[in-house]
């Protein structure tokens, strides 16, 4: 896939931050970098090329670095001894010691944008298993280990949707897909929307012939 990487949009209200839950297989992401600032998280930089990176897996941060990624300067951390090098990475502080998905959508809230759609945060497993579009690449589990444990990225989700109750969040999800308590009705600043309404707003956004039919359970 192309890695362009486009300026930062005009339209600073709107941003999106990608997390890396299979359902985000669904969205063109490149499409997305003229609408709005994009967030990205940890090996997306692979297919494309975001506004932001977020990584604080210290085996991802040096993935970044040893691909020469981090030269761009756009990638963001957590302070680690392991890092290997310093040089072009920025640094959270301070920190909130969060996992990589729940600190972009903290950052995007953070530099104040006024509408942010979420994007594969699925949570849950795919039938029990590893949810990750990474899964079977280096620094990721395999597809059959079995589901990561949410309970933290799902907090740390609810505390930003909680401290940034003047910023409109929008999860995208698939029909039937996984709605934790956390995140109901308790938040009139958050809504969960399907990809079809997703693409009534941001025409030419997602891959209508290739959504992604798999319901995490």
């Known amino acids: 896939m192309s890695k362009k990487n486009k300026n930062i949009s005009p339209n600073k209200d709107i941003a999106f931050v990608l997390g890396n839950g299979n359902s985000r297989l669904n969205l063109k992401c490149e499409k997305l970098l ?25 085996k991802m941060v040096n993935e970044l670095i040893e691909s020469g990624y981090a030269q761009k300067g ?40 006024k509408t942010i759609y979420i994007h594969g945060f699925d949570y849950q497993g795919l039938n029990g298993k590893f949810n990750n579009v990474y899964a079977d690449t280096h620094n990721y589990k395999k ?3 079995s589901a990561t444990f949410f309970g933290n990225w799902l907090s740390q989700t609810e505390k930003v949707i909680k401290e940034f109750v003047h910023t409109q969040f929008y999860r995208v999800i698939e029909p039937g897909a996984f709605i934790p308590d956390k995140l109901g009705p308790q938040y009139p600043n958050l809504k969960h929307i399907s990809y079809k309404d997703f693409e009534n707003t941001f025409q030419g956004t997602i891959y209508q012939d290739k959504m992604i039919q798999k319901t995490p359970i």
């Open 143 to 145: 597809s059959s280990d």
């Open 34 to 58: 003229d609408i709005g600032t994009v967030y990205g998280c940890n090996a997306q930089y692979r297919e494309f090329d975001p506004h932001y990176l977020v990584a604080v897996d210290v």
């Open 74 to 113: 756009t990638v963001w951390t957590n302070p680690n001894k392991g890092i290997k090098d310093k040089n072009k990475i920025n640094f959270f502080n301070p920190h909130k010691g969060w996992s990589s998905g729940p600190t972009a959508l903290w950052f995007a809230a953070t530099n104040g944008h």
